[in-house]
């Protein structure tokens, strides 16, 4: 009776985690050439500790600091990958790195996470700077705290105008109009050059943010 049990209590478990993945990724990720750990950094970076790394602002948007998040790529996802129908960004999402495990940045960046951080009180987000739908990396050197501003709605927060260029630059690639390697270091770059042709793509395109 007792192996019985534990049998049926370790089905019920196995079973609860089978759903949870699913409810994570609705869709099958074994897409043929696609190595969802597999990542590569854009340039050499340090590896910080607390309060190591400072963001900039450009265009009065805040920018990551280059030395600690340079931007990464997972080399296995081409244009092809991208515009399978089976592609999501969860088949990669928290693949090298726990969710938990990324909240190592706001130290590195000497923010506190606020408390609510969900909803219409969500003012920070940890970002990939090269964005998962533009084959970026889910590895530390690639994830950075993007917060504020404070007194705003939330689609105008710096996050949601960041996810708008990365719809516009996945856009493009997948319509041919950009190469997907010049997209991912340009973002990386400087993200806050396309804020204006996002901005109005979005207007007339469905956009994420």
Not at 70 to 79: K, M, Q
Not at 105 to 122: E, L, R, S, T
Not at 158 to 174: G, T, W
Request: charged content about 20%.
């Amino acid at each position: 009776m007792r192996r019985v049990l534990v049998a049926a209590l370790s089905c019920i478990f196995l079973t609860s985690a089978l759903v949870t993945a699913a409810a994570k990724c609705s869709v099958s990720c074994l897409i043929n050439g696609l190595a969802s750990k597999n990542h590569r950094t854009l340039r050499a970076h340090i590896t910080p500790t607390d309060g190591d790394c400072h963001a900039g602002v450009k265009h009065g948007f805040p920018m990551p600091d280059r030395r600690c998040t340079p931007g990464a790529i997972n080399p296995t996802v081409t244009v092809a990958i991208l515009k399978n129908s089976n592609f999501r960004t969860c088949c990669v999402r928290d693949k090298v790195e726990s969710e938990s495990a990324k909240e190592v940045a706001y130290g590195w960046y000497g923010i506190h996470k606020p408390v609510p951080n969900k909803g219409q009180d969500q003012h920070c987000e940890l970002d990939h700077l090269v964005p998962l739908e533009l084959g970026g990396a889910d590895s530390m050197d690639n994830i950075w705290p993007q917060c504020g501003p404070e007194a705003v709605t939330l689609k105008q927060r710096f996050f949601k105008q960041k996810d708008q260029v990365e719809s516009f630059l996945a856009a493009q690639v997948k319509a041919g109009t950009m190469d997907l390697s010049t997209a991912q270091k340009a973002i990386a770059s400087d993200y806050t050059q396309f804020l204006k042709d996002a901005k109005a793509f979005c207007s007339t395109n469905s956009c994420s943010g």
